[in-house]
């Protein structure tokens, strides 16, 4: 038993994202031509040199028939996956196991989510047949839990703890301004951060991620090939993923101050990638701000920070764009926006740009100046107590 | 009438009679009338009352038959009292049944519950309004009352013990309401005072008769019902001391219909002494009169919380506007949410223990409890090797919560918990009753029955829990 990875056997050779925003004018099925159009001349192929396809949405569309239809894929296999709000990445991680295993010489991620079309403030789920038992909170209340435990354990009191939540969001619209695919392109002032209504427990409106539409897609070779297609491919180190035992919601013992699924796909995560010094090694993280104390707790899931510290380099600016491992450069789900499926890839984009030299000047990192050469990705999928965590590296050597 | 345990539900809220002259513009009423919760109906209050009465009730003793009592059920031609029955975690074999329709079927239920030949649990409850500015809303309350029966001639140490009866029954019109109507209808009021009092007369002298004793031994007399004009009236003339007459509610409660004179009859249970005479004279399409008298055993079984202690524990400061809203009076805009979902027959049948019984699983290998009861151990992965655990009445300790703002609920915000139970388990719910700015980690919380929402017709009840007070 032993989960081996596949370090540098596959490589990423083209990408494409739609920006992320109300797409009024555009359904689920456009914004995958467009983000697969935009792939695939990124790599510089033509759609029938792709073998297989997998594509991502939580609510979206269901089978394959959501990316063959309207890209008229012919006769291929196209898999539809689903893990919340993981599932962006999870149709990555799968599309690299198929060209893994050599079964498939070019495949493609794709993923993509149509929030907007729901009307509803937030994001809606709906659940199987129940029996009315379980309380249908929101996704902000569920995240919001952190709060009041994460101060309790670690003696932080109620106004350093907005601060540092406000320093989050403050820092990913920052980011976000400077990226013309985000949702949200202006900075806010962290006063008016900090005054925003409130969605639940101390989280305001700019604690949240927006509700957004949006696509996103990766062209994976086997790494040998990728030269064949781009001088500067991303080669994958690791890619982790799991789903916990839910225990959290029934055990006392749980404190709400950790994601120990993250902690978990973390660890196996470097050991895969043969990263010991996380804080040291990489050089930008993509991370799963779905509301900014998600974004505090995750800096020590990753060992981004020691437990108890990361509100500390929050607001000493570690993760901030010029900061010593920037984190969310692209703006985050915060700024970015959220559209479910696409997320994992997005962030993936991001990787793309910054370790390709492609991001623009004004958000351009500078750790890979100082020799760090990996980008990571994570993304989650449910609340505190019971979730799914995606954690993966990628490089461009 | 020999009744082995009784007990009150009166719920947590008060409204203030001024508020709804100050919205209305209508003369000035004194007191405060209580209020069922937005997620509280005839039968959650019921269940709370039966919590109430059954606390202290040895496992010998328990329940052998359920009646249930109200002018207001939550559903038609299907039964509450089964709802009551499974909130209960009573067994299978024993019967539920509903007596509904009208204030008199309180009385029905007692009588029945008297002459039977199980131990009886009579709930008695009930949700009273009507439209707004009128008199039914002004002086209605919310409450539930509930009492165990002993079967005649059974060896069971009964508090009370019956002495006589009478009844007097006429058709007329007085009071009605049409199935599905928001509030009932009434004559006018002089001319039901001229049909009540001759009825209340009569049944009041038969049941003295046949008891052997005169009006004036009675040490406590209860004389309610709907239509107060002719119940006050009737009080003076049937002959009982001034002194015996007991105190209505009237100022704190209001009148809460079906549940009425079992939530004064509680009262007067957890405060008078053994060898005392009680009247209770019902006027309601006619009229019923019930004579009994305390035993020694009174006091032997005692309900968690008495009426006093509920009424003293009650909280003002609702608005007229949320009254009206909790009643259904006042369509609100509703957040910009997805409608609650229904809940499912089959998943709340497989589940009925959980949803209804609220109990957990409690592994065999390892001990660990587990909410929602689960096959699997969440701590020793041991398999179906678990015991169903009651923790209805097991209280938590809040590990952490939060108010939702964004989330659907009949009365915004949302609060909810991670509950820690005592002797272990975590659950994470709604907490009610509350107020969202007092809310802090470590708080000591109880649950109580609810009912979560009504969705496309059906009634989601399940437990919440509420400041232990």
């Known amino acids: 038993m032993a989960s081996h990875g596949i370090r540098d056997r596959v490589a990423v050779i083209g990408m494409g994202c739609t920006p992320f925003g109300e797409h009024w004018d555009k359904g689920p099925e456009d914004l995958l031509v467009d983000a697969v159009g935009d792939a695939l001349t990124s790599a510089g192929v033509e759609k029938d040199q792709v073998d297989a396809y997998w594509v991502g949405t939580m609510g979206s569309g269901i089978s394959g028939l959501t990316l063959s239809r309207p890209l008229r894929i012919d006769y291929k296999p196209v898999t539809r996956v689903e893990n919340m709000c993981a599932t962006g990445s999870e149709s990555f991680r799968n599309a690299c196991y198929a060209v893994a295993s050599g079964a498939f010489d070019m495949v493609m991620a794709t993923g993509v989510e149509k929030l907007k079309d729901g009307g509803f403030s937030g994001l809606a789920i709906s659940s199987p047949p129940g029996d009315g038992t379980t309380a249908d909170l929101s996704a902000p209340a569920l995240f919001s839990l952190l709060g009041p435990a994460y101060c309790k354990k670690y003696g932080v009191d109620d106004a350093e703890f907005k601060d540092v939540l406000t320093r989050i969001a403050w820092k990913n619209h920052y980011n976000g301004a400077r990226n013309p695919r985000a949702q949200f392109r202006k900075e806010v002032p962290k006063d008016a951060i900090a005054c925003s209504p409130l969605m639940a427990g101390n989280l305001g409106i700019f604690d949240c991620s927006g509700v957004s539409d949006g696509a996103a897609a990766a062209v994976i070779v086997r790494a040998e090939d990728a030269h064949k297609y781009t001088d500067k491919p991303l080669f994958v180190k690791a890619l982790s993923f799991v789903a916990g035992p839910a225990t959290g919601v029934v055990d006392n013992d749980y404190d709400y101050t950790t994601f120990t699924e993250v902690a978990r796909a973390a660890e196996d995560a470097y050991s895969q990638a043969g990263v010991s010094d996380p804080r040291a090694e990489i050089a930008m993280a993509e991370v799963h701000d779905c509301f900014t104390p998600t974004e505090l707790v995750l800096m020590e899931d990753l060992q981004f920070a020691e437990r108890g510290f990361a509100w500390k380099e929050v607001l000493a600016g570690t993760f901030d764009l010029d900061g010593d491992l920037p984190v969310n450069p692209d703006g985050g789900l915060k700024a970015f926006g959220h559209p479910i499926g696409a997320s994992g890839l997005r962030m993936l984009f991001e990787c793309w740009l910054q370790l390709r030299g492609e991001a623009p000047e004004d958000r351009r990192i500078k750790t890979l100046e100082q020799g760090k050469k990996l980008a990571l990705t994570h993304n989650l999928g449910g609340s505190p107590g019971e979730c799914v965590s995606y954690v993966g590296i990628v490089g461009a050597e | ?469």
């Open chain 2, 1 to 469: 009438m020999r009744i082995i345990s009784g007990g009150s539900y009166v719920p947590y809220r008060r409204l203030d009679r001024a508020t709804i002259s100050e919205a209305l513009g209508t003369p000035p009423a004194p007191g405060t009338r209580s209020v069922a919760s937005y997620d509280e109906d005839a039968t959650s209050m019921g269940v709370e009352a039966a919590r109430n009465a059954l606390a202290n009730v040895p496992p010998e003793l328990a329940p052998e038959l359920v009646l249930f009592a109200t002018s207001t059920p939550a559903y038609l031609d299907k039964t509450n009292a089964t709802a009551i029955h499974a909130a209960l975690g009573l067994d299978r074999s024993i019967a539920a049944f509903d007596v509904v329709g009208s204030v008199r079927s309180g009385m029905a239920a007692m009588q029945l519950a008297g002459s039977a030949s199980q131990r009886t649990l009579v709930v008695r409850s009930d949700v009273r309004t009507g439209l707004p500015g009128g008199a039914d809303e002004r002086d209605g309350g919310d409450g539930a009352a509930a009492f165990l029966f002993a079967p005649a001639g059974a060896d069971v140490p009964a508090q009370t013990t019956a002495l006589g009866r009478g009844a007097a029954t006429l058709e007329f019109l007085d009071r009605w309401r049409l199935p599905g109507e928001p509030a009932s209808h009434v004559w006018e009021e002089r001319f039901g005072e001229h049909a009540y009092v001759p009825l209340a007369q009569a049944a009041f002298t038969d049941a003295c008769k046949s008891a052997g004793i005169t009006p004036e031994d009675l040490d406590h007399v209860l004389v309610s019902g709907p239509h107060s004009r002719a119940v006050r009236v009737a009080s003076k003339a049937i002959g009982v001391r001034p002194d015996a007459l007991v105190d209505n509610l009237s100022a704190t409660v209001g009148y809460t219909g079906a549940a009425h004179s079992g939530i004064a009859l509680a009262d007067v249970l957890e405060t008078t002494e053994p060898g005392k005479k009680i009247g209770v004279l019902l006027l309601a399409d006619g009229a019923d009169a019930l004579i009994f008298e305390t035993t020694d055993a009174l006091g032997t079984i005692k309900p968690r919380r008495t009426v006093a202690e509920q009424l003293a524990a009650g909280v003002g400061g609702l608005s007229y506007e949320t009254f009206l809203t909790w009643r259904g009076m006042l369509d609100r805009e509703p957040p910009r949410r997805p409608d609650p979902v229904a809940p499912a027959a089959p998943p709340s049948l497989r589940s009925e223990d959980w949803k209804f019984a609220f109990a957990a699983s409690r592994c065999e290998a390892c001990g660990e409890r587990h909410l929602p009861p689960a096959r699997v151990c969440a701590k020793c992965g041991s398999i179906d090797q678990m015991t169903s655990e009651r923790m209805a009445d097991v209280p938590a300790t809040i590990a952490t919560f939060t108010v939702d703002r964004l989330a659907f609920t009949p009365s915004p915000p949302l609060v909810a918990a991670v509950l820690d139970f005592d002797g272990g388990g975590r659950f994470r719910g709604e907490l009610t009753d509350v107020d969202p700015a007092a809310v802090k980690v470590g708080d000591r919380i109880e649950m109580t029955f609810r009912r979560i929402t009504t969705a496309q017709g059906v009634h989601n009840y399940f437990w919440k829990g509420k400041p232990a007070r």
